[in-house]
């Protein structure tokens, strides 16, 4: 099946035309056949088109709304100009699969998409004001354009964390909170997380229940998991994506009282405090420079700035402060897995961040660590580390992939 993957953010629509099956997923050949971003919808969007094997194309045009960039994807797709194997028509694109941020605990698994789910999606808007409504656009322009034949299914960001247990999910504030607003840790990336279980899984050898590792997606947007027996037990992200790590404009872990201090103290508003949290906190904030890790390195290495440095010690500091609550919650873990653009490529925060565990059992080989940048994946330890470390890519748009398939064939599955 040729399965359209898409994520729409507020004003970004990012997606992927994947060939898989049931058989292809079973012997790992299924294809990511090309991709593609569009930013800035809504004005004069900046589009990157990739067709696999082929050369990458830029172009800048004004696409006004997220179902004006569905129609440009999907007549790029079926063009001549596209270069896609076997895909001539709409009618060659099977299904379609979309990241949705938030289910709260309404969706659990992946889902296919009818009427009954689109009012669930939009149920979960108070909880993602900014992500629902641009899923829900999607999968509304996508049904308008391709035609209600054409199954669609939901993957949410949240499904992977529900088998957290309360006492990892309830924050100690009044319970009827929870019960009457289901104020209560959701955790996202989730896709990401299940991705890089299942791929741990595959290099190292192990049954699905025999799957205790801490993955760290450490990107713009950066989040822990502790994932014991399989499952999710407990992961760093919330009630919304702002608790946890340390991130590129979020600050992550913060006392609550800095709201009212701030508040009160500058005048701000609720939505000017939300802006501070959200967008100028993080490496950003701390270094006053950039939320971007490697520009950060190199202000660190070669202009030796102080604030860089801290950024990226209160970053890594964080991180290792995660590894070791999840290992005492977890009573241990077999390994630790890096993924995202700074886990995947910076031998530098990966060795920052497990400085100092060699107590856990952790000894990293400088070489290996080096080595493995750039989308390669593998095991940066040494043979005789008793806890392993890895580097896996994530690749949340072919769990999606493989999800709508699944859930089109009737046989869904947690990972
Ligand atoms: P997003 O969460 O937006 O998908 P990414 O996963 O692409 O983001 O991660 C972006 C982050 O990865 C940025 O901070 C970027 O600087 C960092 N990054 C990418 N390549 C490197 C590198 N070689 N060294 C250090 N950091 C890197």
Request: hydrophobic share 40%.
């Amino acid at each position: 099946m040729n399965i359209l993957v898409i994520n729409c953010g507020s004003s970004s629509v990012k997606f992927q035309i994947v060939r898989t099956d049931i058989d292809l997923i079973e012997k790992n050949q299924d294809k990511r056949l090309a991709s593609g971003n569009l930013e800035r919808v809504g004005s004069q969007a900046l589009i990157t088109l990739q067709t696999e094997g082929q050369p990458k194309i830029k172009q800048a045009l004004p696409i006004r709304d997220h179902r004006a960039a569905l129609d440009f994807i999907l007549r790029w797709i079926i063009s001549p100009e596209s270069k896609i194997n076997g895909i001539n028509s709409l009618a060659d694109i099977h299904a379609v699969g979309h990241r949705v941020v938030h289910g709260a605990e309404k969706f659990t698994m992946s889902i296919l998409i009818d009427d009954k789910v689109i009012d669930g999606i939009e149920d979960c808007i108070d909880l993602a004001p900014l992500h629902n409504p641009a899923n829900l656009k999607g999968i509304i322009a996508a049904r308008d354009l391709l035609g209600p034949g054409v199954p669609q299914v939901a993957v949410f960001d949240t499904a992977f964390h529900s088998t957290m247990p309360e006492t990892s999910y309830l924050y100690a504030i009044p319970y009827q909170l929870y019960r009457r607003h289901k104020i209560r840790k959701y955790g996202f990336h989730g896709t990401s997380h299940r991705y890089i279980a299942y791929r741990y899984r595959q290099l190292a050898g192990v049954e699905r229940e025999k799957v205790n590792i801490i993955t760290l997606h450490l990107g713009n947007g950066c989040s822990a998991c502790a994932i014991k027996e399989g499952e999710s037990i407990d992961t760093s992200m919330g009630l919304t994506p702002l608790e946890g790590l340390v991130m590129g404009t979020r600050g992550g872990d913060i006392d609550p009282a800095i709201i009212e201090f701030l508040h009160h103290k500058e005048g701000m508003s609720l939505n000017e405090i939300d802006t501070v949290l959200n967008k100028q906190s993080g490496l950003l904030g701390l270094s006053g420079l950039t939320n971007d890790m490697r520009d950060l390195l190199a202000e660190e290495h070669e202009h030796q700035d102080r604030r860089a440095r801290l950024a990226i010690d209160i970053f890594c500091g964080r991180a290792r402060k995660y590894i070791g609550a999840y290992v005492a919650e977890m009573h241990g873990a077999d390994a630790i897995a890096f993924a995202g653009g700074i886990g995947e490529n910076s031998p530098e925060v990966r060795q920052r961040i497990c400085n100092g565990l060699e107590w856990f059992g952790i000894t990293l080989d400088d070489k290996l660590n080096k080595q493995i940048v750039g989308g390669k994946e593998g095991e940066i330890t040494t043979k005789d580390s008793r806890v392993k470390v890895y580097v896996i890519p994530t690749n949340e748009e072919m769990l999606i992939a493989r999800d709508t398939v699944r859930c089109v064939k009737d046989v869904p599955r947690r990972w």
